[in-house]
């Protein structure tokens, strides 16, 4: 069992950067998938980012590849995504999620096991 708590968003303006933090407890294996999400009210939750635990395997969607960084603190076990240059439509609850799915290789919202509660992230013109 994995718990996660997702914490860092806020309200910044366009152009700032934040950094968003998942913390984990319990045990995570090299071959678990984490991942970040996000949703606004009234659409589907969406993928964003995500790496296996191990650290290799990272992807990015379109929207924000170039501008975000994912990565993780083994010591801490703590997950990070770093996002600069935030757009308006980057405003958006955002969620850190687990597949412990081994060779899993599609990162849909049905695939994860574990989530966050998930982060405001608001960002104004």
């Known amino acids: 069992q994995v718990q996660l708590a997702d914490s860092g968003g806020g309200l910044v303006q366009a152009g700032d950067s934040l950094k968003l933090s998942c913390a984990v407890s319990g045990r995570m294996y090299s071959y678990f998938r984490m991942g970040w999400f996000r949703q606004v009210p009234g659409k589907e939750r969406e993928f964003v980012a995500g790496?296996?635990?191990?650290?290799?395997?990272?992807n990015y969607d379109d929207s924000v590849k170039g501008r975000s960084s994912i990565s993780r603190d083994s010591k801490t076990n703590t997950a990070y995504l770093q996002m600069n240059n935030l757009r308006r439509e980057d405003t958006a609850t955002y969620y850190c999620a687990v597949d412990r799915t081994i060779g899993a290789m599609t990162w849909r919202v049905e695939d994860m096991d574990w989530w966050g509660e998930g982060t405001l992230v608001t960002v104004s013109s």
């Open positions: 790496f296996k635990w191990s650290g290799d395997s990272v």
